[in-house]
């Protein structure tokens, strides 16, 4: 039985009366100032370091003394953030954590009022940060080539510890898109003494609605009555392998206002319905217009009485075989696509310019193609919030084809996925369809176990010299495509040296004697087919020799640490199928080893091994079984994984051993 | 009549055969057509052609000249994974005031395809070229090729205008895609005279000629004669404006290089940027009319005349620093060793390196002194000083840093070097001491001060030096198990000494992270103590081990694995040939001994047979042994490094040596019932 974690959640909707204006708001630090300055700056001792619990030490590389934020939403188009923040240095481990990085929008955002001081062990100040040491950069997203995206950072490195970092700054913005979301908690090794985050609005008839996540783990104390968040005392945390995303299991808070402006725009939504409409009317409309030559191109591809679904095949293949990705993130081009006719001449655009222009292609041709935001990441099924519309939950556009009840899943920003397969990094999520009457949420596809499969046949030589010939034939499907995949998009060039690499550990003096790999025509299957040499394989016991099946990697996990916090998860499900032939050579006897029958099943997977020895051909057939099971599992129940992950490693370990014939 | 034609004829031939300079624009069908590149055929890209044209242009404004860099590019795409070398990005300075900054203009970008035959071509529109600014100091032009597809030939062209005269770029020939043709000229006037720095294996075609040009200059003329007598003597007159035609020479010089391959990176270098092929000019002096010659640079004792006489380096260098004077006082009756010790202890404890790398200082020493955190001169010219206070003869010795490039000592320039680091001559051998990283023990130093020569400054003498790499790393580590069941379980012990001491401490940081490290998925170690790990001695280790999976029992025989000290040991060299030299960061001298206790009613049938392998010139050396000594089975394999350059010359032993090792470790040790 699987136990999944639960969502700790209140939805809160809180209107503010109508009437009541907020003329002259509190910043929320002045009550908490008389505590920590003086008339002439921090002067007395409550920063001292002999004043933190000695709670907050234990596996501590920093505190956050306290972190003071404030959203002041000034008008209706203008935002207003004011951070005040201390953390004490503990040890060398800790100098990240005290780092300034203040992200900002350089054509939208100003950071006023900056001030970093440096205060001792006793909480004196010890020296003022100018301005000119504070560096302002472009904030490189590593892909696009244009964003706005700027950050004023700054790194203290100091001769010794403990020292205290003083943080404060204004940022103002005209954009009143998004509200910033409250993480007390978001680093392992730091523990935090006290944070609080509260939001104040002058804006009538402005709704700020929030959802909050993981709290009764943590203590945290909500007043919803005068939106002031607050948390307490926490521990530092330890990171620990293999958990699901930490937005499962740390505290936050999300908001999102009922209006807004951005850089242009206005809006305003309640739920995911209206946010969808708004973004449907606003940015999706208007831009559609294909152009002629573009619509003859694919006409002359369209033959009669072809199925919606190969018509939407050969779109596809069009689309992605004459457009590159390129991304261009400036201004309002963070959520609006380029025109049509500007991809069609460009021949490249992001995800959303990419998505949009094959949507248009789609419905012109009458295929139903729906604009999908969604949050793409390969290592955790990221879902929408049913319940809380808001602007920050997604970083990616996909196009869902509805195709009569057998909904196909589009990407189309790469030339590298077939048509149809649902990757790692958008599948069994919710995700958002954006419809000419509102959003939608609706779940992604993803596969099963015995659809994420690895098929392979091997039949192994011994040569003279204790060379091994390996001959392949291989199959993967879906997942196990798409791990195999740069295998096919490497460069031919490099692609010989990728192969020595990638099988390094299982196979290290390996010759290529022949491959071939190519996709099967099937949806998401890729088969490979080869035959190498390997000189190092074979291990010499004595006049024994024995030899390891585990020919190519099977990327076997590593255990985990056993006094565990957090939950186990393990994002897909998967499954190898693998069958080993090998000729015994004429003057050699076949040793019968320890186990030749084994299977073993536990809540992470199943496995089973069989051994058949033929003693008139003097061939042993190995079969090997294993399937990994997805899912969010009890810390608890970590002995189990790493008892899975043992027999595991001992099924395709297995050695089969040869003595000569006495 | 005929002579003369056949030589015409024989001419243009000859030309045609060599690369040529292409037109902009003017892209033919053949390069579109074209399907592979016949330096390599399995690359994705290659430069049709790539070229840069510097020239110096007069700017009146300023009353000097400007460097101008005209570059041109034409790309071939062969397949689509070289997307890639369709995003540009162009770095420039853009710094201080406006007249410092150095322009991008005319950036002008075309896409061709073939469509249906004919050629089609698309231009790069001005609203799709983005100017980044990275931050206070440089920006980024950057753009995308449009309407880019298999077969696209793209090409760029675009001038760089720069006040910067003193370095010429470097222009490289040589790139990660193969290079059809690649052209550099460069024309210097006559005033400035540059040395030549070539690099790399690529064959130039080099031709030079002088040509004339003129530039006018303007100035302006006080007119004394016109003082009026009746203003009662002022000087002030009416201000002439002047204008003046000046003829000059040009050197000219073309570089020419033909099917250049892509350089192939390798493992166990510095940087692959050491080994490109590529030309740059840096200023030797300037000679304007009716002036004298200036040096700019000659040798390496310039360079330390001009590091001594500055505020910034020699300045430092020789202040007195009277907050040392006890200091100094107490070392005074030490030994050398000691002296040195404490000094460098001393600093190391109260200075922390701020991450910056120069070749002068910053703020200066004094005020390090006050703050705490200095750059890299700061922290070892205070060092240096104060071994010299103490009667040692220290010296700063300049350099670069390892994964800048190689130090060019042919051509001595100030620009090159960004470390320093503080040397001791003690009976005409160099003790080498950094004191930016508080682990590093006396006579070791950390990657980045790693080069192969250096500049030893004494007094206004620059001595050029082969850094001889001072890192020895020591480690042994005993293993007395006896077989328990399925298991191996007993002691270990294990002592790190020097170099691999540091290294260690530099990579766990606490004392828990290292003993957490030794754990693997087969080895548990319990009960462990750790000596020394935090200082600066050598650090031991004792504990128990049990170890899983090493033990094997099949046909009424124990087999035992070798592999209980390195598990799943591959050999690094996986290349098949190789250009350049091994770089290793320290030399180093390993033992492990495995010693199993023969269980009852056992004989040991087997061992392997002993391995001693070495390369000529015993660079390195494996040697693993097997002997049967008092009912214990022991193994033992020593490994050492005796040289950290190792010349390519080497290379096909030393992935020899690692493939016999290999193949040693994976076999096992039988045992027989008796």
């Known amino acids: 039985m699987i136990l999944t974690y639960l969502f700790y959640s209140i939805t809160c909707i809180l209107p503010i009366q109508s009437g009541t204006i907020y003329s002259e708001y509190q910043p929320f630090s002045k009550t908490l100032d008389s505590e920590y300055r003086t008339e002439e700056g921090i002067e007395n001792n409550s920063l001292d370091v002999t004043n933190i619990p000695l709670e907050l030490l234990i596996d501590a590389h920093a505190v956050v003394r306290y972190e003071h934020k404030i959203c002041n939403i000034l008008s209706k188009d203008r935002l207003q953030i004011v951070v005040e923040k201390a953390v004490t240095i503990l040890s060398e481990k800790g100098i990240p954590s005290g780092d300034i990085s203040i992200y900002y929008n350089g054509e939208a955002d100003d950071i006023k009022d900056l001030k970093v001081e440096i205060l001792d062990a006793k909480g004196n100040r010890l020296t003022k940060i100018k301005k000119k040491e504070i560096n302002d950069v472009s904030s490189y997203d590593g892909f696009s080539i244009a964003n706005d995206a700027r950050r004023k950072t700054y790194r203290h490195v100091s001769n010794s510890f403990p020292y205290t970092v003083l943080l404060s700054y204004k940022k103002e913005s005209n954009n009143t898109l998004t509200i910033p979301s409250w993480y007390p908690v978001w680093q392992t090794n730091v523990s935090i003494e006290e944070s609080i985050y509260k939001i104040n609005s002058n804006v009538r008839h402005l709704t700020i609605r929030h959802k909050s996540y993981n709290i009764e783990l943590y203590g945290i104390k909500i007043d919803d009555q005068k939106n002031i968040f607050e948390a307490k005392q926490i521990k530092a945390i330890k990171s620990e392998r293999k958990t699901p995303s930490i937005y499962h299991f740390l505290p936050f808070v999300r908001f999102s206002p009922s209006s807004f402006h951005y850089f242009d725009f206005e809006g305003s939504y309640t739920d995911w319905k209206s946010y969808g409409k708004w973004m449907y009317d606003n940015m999706l409309t208007g831009r559609g217009e294909l152009p002629p030559a573009l619509i003859e191109e694919i006409e002359q591809k369209l033959i009669p009485d072809l199925s919606n679904e190969e018509k939407a095949k050969i779109i596809y293949d069009h689309v992605t075989n004459s457009t590159r990705y390129v991304s261009v993130q400036l201004g309002i081009g963070g959520f609006m696509p380029f025109k049509c006719a500007d991809v069609y001449n460009l021949k490249y655009g992001d995800c959303k310019a990419l998505s949009y222009y094959t949507q248009n292609l789609m419905q012109h041709f009458g295929i139903e193609a729906i604009y999908t935001e969604i949050m793409s990441d390969r290592e955790y099924n990221f879902d929408f919030d049913t319940e809380l519309a808001g602007v920050d939950q997604s970083n990616h556009i996909i196009l869902c084809l509805p195709n009569d009840g057998d909904t196909t899943w589009l990407e189309c920003t790469s030339k590298n996925n077939p048509f149809g397969y649902t990757h790692s990094g958008i599948n069994n999520r919710k995700a958002l369809l954006i419809k000419p009457d509102g959003g939608e949420i609706i779940t992604t596809s993803t596969y099963t176990a015995k659809e994420n499969l690895s098929v392979r046949n091997i039949v192994l030589h011994l040569e003279e010299n204790d060379g091994l010939l390996i001959d392949f034939k291989n199959e993967h499907r879906n997942l196990k495509h798409e791990r195999m995949r740069p295998f096919l998009d490497v460069q031919k060039s490099k692609r010989d040296k990728y192969i020595k690499e990638y099988y390094y550990h299982q196979l290290a003096s390996l010759e290529i004697e022949s491959y071939h790999v190519a996709m099967n025509g099937e949806r998401a299957v890729l088969h490979e087919e ?41 994002k897909d499900y998967t499954s190898d199928s693998i069958n080993i032939t090998m000729e015994i050579p004429l003057d050699m006897t076949y040793v019968a080893g320890k186990t030749a ?11 089973h091994s069989n051994l058949i020895y033929n003693e008139e051909e003097k061939s042993v057939n190995v079969e090997i079984y294993f399937q990994h099971n997805a899912g969010t599992f009890l810390p608890e129940s970590v002995n189990n994984y790493n008892e899975f992950v043992q027999n595991l490693r001992e099924l395709t370990g297995q050695k089969l051993i040869i003595k000569p014939t006495e | 009549m005929k002579y003369i034609i056949t030589i015409i004829i024989l001419i243009f031939s000859l030309n045609i055969a060599a690369g040529q300079k292409p037109k902009f624009k003017k892209v033919t069908k053949e390069e579109l057509l074209k399907e592979m590149s016949f330096i390599d055929s399995m690359a994705d890209s290659e430069f049709l052609f790539k070229g840069c044209k510097v020239s110096f242009d007069f700017n009146s404004r300023s009353g000097g000249f400007d460097v101008i860099y005209r570059h041109h590019q034409r790309i071939k795409i062969y397949q689509n994974e070289a997307n890639r070398m369709a995003n540009f990005s162009l770095q420039y300075y853009h710094g201080g005031k406006n007249s410092d900054s150095e322009k991008i203009e005319d950036l002008e970008a075309y896409t061709f395809n073939l469509k249906d035959g004919e050629i089609e071509k698309e231009k790069l529109s001005k609203k799709n070229i983005y100017d980044e600014e990275v931050n206070k100091f440089y920006k980024n032009k950057k753009f995308a090729f449009p309407a880019v597809a298999d077969g696209s030939v793209l090409e760029v062209k675009y001038t760089l205008r720069s006040k910067y005269y003193f370095n010429i770029d470097e222009f490289y020939f040589q790139s990660d895609i193969p290079v059809k043709y690649a052209e550099y000229t460069i024309g210097v006037p006559e005033y400035f005279n540059y040395t030549v720095n070539t690099k790399g294996l690529v064959q130039l075609d080099i031709a030079s000629e002088k040509q004339f040009d003129n ?5 302006q003329v006080a007119d004394r004669s016109k003082t009026s007598a009746m203003s009662g003597g002022s000087i002030q007159g009416r201000q002439d404006r002047r204008s003046e035609k000046i003829n000059y020479t040009k050197n000219v010089s073309i570089y020419k290089a033909n099917d250049v391959p892509a350089v192939k990176n390798e493992p166990f270098v510095y940087t692959m940027d050491n080994y490109k092929s590529s030309i740059r000019h840096e200023l030797l002096f300037t000679k304007y009319p009716r002036s004298s010659i200036k040096y700019y640079t000659k040798t390496w004792d310039d360079i330390a005349e001009l590091l001594e006489g500055s505020n ?27 002296k040195i010790q404490t000094i460098y202890q001393a600093i190391k404890a109260q200075y922390t390196w701020d991450g910056y790398l120069s070749h002068y200082t910053n703020n200066g020493i004094k005020s390090m002194i006050k703050s705490g955190t200095g750059n890299i001169v700061e922290i070892n010219l205070l060092l240096v000083n104060l071994l010299r206070k103490a009667g040692l003869n220290a010296h700063p010795m300049v350099s670069r840093e390892s994964k800048s490039g190689f130090l060019n000592i042919a051509n001595p320039s100030i620009s090159q070097l960004n470390y320093v680091t503080a040397v001791v001559e003690i009976k005409g051998k160099y003790i080498y001491l950094d004191a930016s990283d508080k682990r590093l023990t006396p006579n070791t130093l950390p990657k980045r001060a790693l080069n192969i020569k250096g500049i030893i400054i004494n007094g206004e003498k620059g001595a050029e030096t082969q850094m001889m790499n001072p890192n020895n790393g020591k480690e042994n580590r005993i293993y007395s198990l006896s077989i328990d069941g399925e298991s191996l379980s007993g002691t270990y012990k294990q002592t790190i000494k020097d170099y691999a001491a540091y290294l260690t401490r530099n990579t766990y940081g606490v004392e828990s992270d290292f003993i957490s490290s030794l754990d693997t998925e087969k080895k548990t170690f319990t009960n462990c103590i750790v000596e020394s790990y935090n200082n600066q001695s050598n650090i031991r ?10 033990v094997q029992y099949i046909d009424e025989k124990i087999f035992l694995d070798l592999q209980i000290c390195e598990e799943n040991f591959n050999n690094p060299f996986k290349e098949e ?12 001298s390993n033992v492990d001994m495995i010693k199993i206790k023969i269980p009852e009613g056992y004989k040991v049938e087997s061992t392997p047979e002993k391995l001693n392998i070495t390369t000529p010139d015993k660079l390195l050396t494996i040697m693993i042994n097997f002997s049967v000594v008092n009912g214990e089975i022991a193994m033992t394999k020593k490994t050492k490094l005796s040289q ?6 080497y290379y096909q032993a030393v992935k020899m040596v690692y493939d016999q090792v290999e193949a040693k470790m994976k076999e096992k040790i039988v045992l027989a019932k008796i």
């Open chain 2, 541 to 550: 280790v004792t504990s128990d081990i049990k170890a899983d999976g090493f």
């Open chain 2, 577 to 588: 040939s190789r250009d350049f030299s091994l770089f290793f960061n320290n030399k180093y």
């Open chain 1, 530 to 570: 080869g035959r190498f040499f390997t000189t190092n394989h074979i291990e010499k016991a004595g006049s024994y020799k024995m030899i390891p099946l585990n020919v190519f990697t099977f990327n076997i996990p590593d255990k985990l640490k056993t006094d565990r916090s957090f939950p186990i998860y393990v």
């Open chain 2, 644 to 649: 950290t350059i190792i010349s390519p010359k």
């Open chain 1, 597 to 607: 029958i084994r299977s073993f099943e536990n809540e992470y997977g199943k496995m």
């Open chain 2, 312 to 338: 910034d380096f020699g300045g430092q260098l020789n202040s007195n620093y009277k907050q040392y004077n006890d200091l100094i006082g107490s070392v005074a009756d030490m030994d050398t060793i000691q």
């Open chain 2, 215 to 219: 530039f006018t200059y303007s100035y």
